[in-house]
């Protein structure tokens, strides 16, 4: 695979940019090698700028579940951007898919538009400080938040690609009031509550662990989660930035049946383009100003080229049968990868809820990930770096990590799933050779 264009971009962004990437797992730091630069997207396809083609799992890490530049979707932001692309002023589509979002997702009933899932992150947990009165919060070793200081405690994600130290910079006063428990472990959380009874606002969690890997939450934590917190008058939220609208059409709260004090939802919901919201109980969003006093605010918030997009990306996922087929496919692709795999006795871990899925290679066969400590210790990191590679060499762009997820989208076909298990037949035992 010629890559020369690409080689040339990375020299030369290398000088003009920290890295020479806007976002530290792009980097291809835990695989190796040199990053592709992308020149356009289409369907289930990526276009590198030497013209080599790849099928696409990561799908702008999740929000592109129609695929790359849908029709619908493009059309809807060409049409907004003619008449203008910011106004800093309320428009009607902000109402529009207000209205869709808490239509879908269970537990909403009012929504705040910001700009990222970080942004997101860092208001809902300014928000239930506020409703609370309290200061501490619960995440848990391995959920990522984003990277606002107060949240890149054991943070997983890139940190994990890159194996740093949750970060220099990080003031340690930004990080007192952070308590962290291991994922898939109530009684570790009981043990916070107990020792803290009316300090703790809430507890953050990703429903699915899917930036330490993918780890599926355990029978009954969930909801175990958000009964201790209602136990000690504190607020559960609900990190669905990775898995909203992707491991159900109503997120994960959906599929397990789970009722959040507050929701955080991520680009997906602006169809790909930046943006994020906060969202929950009416009397909890109440709170944010200019209805009460829990200041927050955006020049972009809302902007109308995120909210058509996002109008025009739910309202085509809504469809009937449009999400169970992208579920489909991501089951028959991970059932086709785990039976390669066991084929060449090579031992993986495989999950999948919806369009999203997740595979670790482990370094013992009878070992099993819960939680972020083993995955650092199971995660057999260089054969994974091994399989990329040969992956992409077939024209399979995985996630440039074993500490990431990847995703389906409606675009993902029977032709593109038999030429991803063909490649994966053939790069497995190029892996073990």
Known sequence: MITTQSEALYEKAQQLIPGGVNSPVRAFGS??????????????????????????????????????APKAVINAITETAVKGTSYGAPTAIENDLADLVIDTVPSIEMIRFVNSGTEACMSALRLARAYTGREKIIKFAGNYHGHADMLLVQA??????????????????TTENTLTAPYNDLAAVRDLFERYPDAIAG?????????????????????????????????LILDEVMTGFRVGLGGAQEAYNL?????????????????GAYAGKRDIMAHVAPAGTMYQAGTLSGNPLAMAAGLATITALRRPGVFDSIAEQAQKLTEGLGEIMQAQGVPVQIGQAGSMFGMYFLKEAEAHIRDYATAKQYADTARYGQFFHAMLAQGVYLAPSQFEAGFLSAAHDIETLEATLNAAESAIKQVTA
């Open 31 to 68: 695989v190796g090698g040199t990053p592709r630069f992308i020149d356009r997207g289409q369907g289930a396809y990526l276009w590198d700028v030497d013209g080599n083609r790849y099928v696409d799992y990561v799908l702008s890490w999740g929000p592109l579940v129609l695929g790359h």
């Open 156 to 173: 997983g994600s890139g940190v994990a690609t890159l194996g740093l130290p949750d970060s220099p910079g990080v003031p340690s006063g």
């Open 203 to 235: 507890a953050i969690v990703e429903p699915i662990a899917a930036n330490m890997g993918f780890v599926m939450p355990e029978e009954g934590y969930l909801q175990g989660l958000i009964d201790l917190c209602h136990e000690y008058d504190a607020l």
């Open 259 to 275: 009722d959040p004090d507050i929701t955080c939802l991520g680009k997906v919901i602006g169809g790909g383009l930046p943006v």
